[in-house]
């Protein structure tokens, strides 16, 4: 049996449609899908953004695990501008899975094998991207791998992360990280959100060209995912 986390719903969605024979379970009272990819048993976790609420989903999910492989999957935010927008990550600085990323079912994918790191918030600054290229050795960073890692290394359980680029320094995100999501509330305020770009009209045709390329990306993952859970 494999699980594979995403933060939210939003990034996982497409995934999903590629599971069959889904329903809903609840492992350690976090409710999780279950589905199918060919004959391996799929188990899919939200771990939600951050490291308090992903530490408390995942402690609950993991407790009676029996799993064989963990996954974690997602967006990332490129740091530098060598990863471009629906590239594929493996974190070789999380992973204890050894992809074979030159097999046939992956290579023609965009992967990039590259240290991830985890930030306590969203990244929203060049300038603050540009500091953590010169200071870190990662090409992108997330909210949530490193906690999954520790999760995985208490239990013996391999850890897979696979990220899919969804910003960069060039094409940043389309508004503040404050207005578009609330991590102690762990949602989007939408009438913030509208609100926004209503003061800013110029501003909702970054909005679309980010709601595009967040589409193709999570469409990159998914199919990268699906060939990844078949290969392990």
């Known amino acids: 049996m494999i699980a594979v986390t995403f933060a939210l719903p939003a990034e996982s969605q497409e995934f999903l449609r590629h599971l069959s024979k889904k329903s809903r379970t609840r492992r350690g009272g976090v409710s999780a899908t279950r589905g199918r990819i060919d004959d ?3 188990e899919v976790l939200h771990t939600g953004v951050g490291e308090k609420v ?3 989903r995942l402690e609950k999910f993991l407790q009676d695990q029996k799993f064989d492989y963990l996954i974690a999957a997602g967006f990332a935010g490129a740091i530098n501008d060598e990863l471009q ?13 050894a992809l074979n990323t030159k097999s ?13 790191l985890t ?6 600054s060049v300038e603050e991207r540009m500091k953590l290229a010169r200071t870190s050795s990662a ?5 949530e791998t490193e906690f999954i890692a520790q999760a995985c290394a208490s239990r013996s359980l391999p850890l897979l992360s696979l990220r899919v680029i969804s910003d960069t320094p060039r094409h940043g995100l389309p508004a503040p990280a404050n207005v578009l999501f609330d991590i102690e509330q762990q949602r989007t ?14 501003h909702v045709p970054r909005l679309a060209q980010f709601t595009k390329r967040i589409k193709s990306a999570r469409r990159t993952l998914a199919t990268a995912l699906t060939k990844v859970v078949r290969d392990l």
Do not use: W, Y
């Not at 927008?85 to 899975?97: C, E, K």
């Not at 090409?139 to 909210?143: E, S």
């Not at 305020?189 to 110029?202: D, T």
């Open 40 to 42: 391996r048993l799929i």
């Open 54 to 56: 992903c530490r408390q």
């Open 85 to 97: 927008i629906g590239d594929l990550l493996v974190a070789r600085n999380f992973s204890t899975i």
């Open 104 to 116: 046939s079912s992956l290579s023609s994918l965009p992967i990039h094998i590259a240290d991830l």
């Open 119 to 124: 930030v306590h918030e969203l990244i929203d």
């Open 139 to 143: 090409a992108a960073v997330d909210m």
């Open 189 to 202: 305020h939408m009438v913030k959100l509208a609100q926004h770009f209503l003061a800013r009209p110029n």
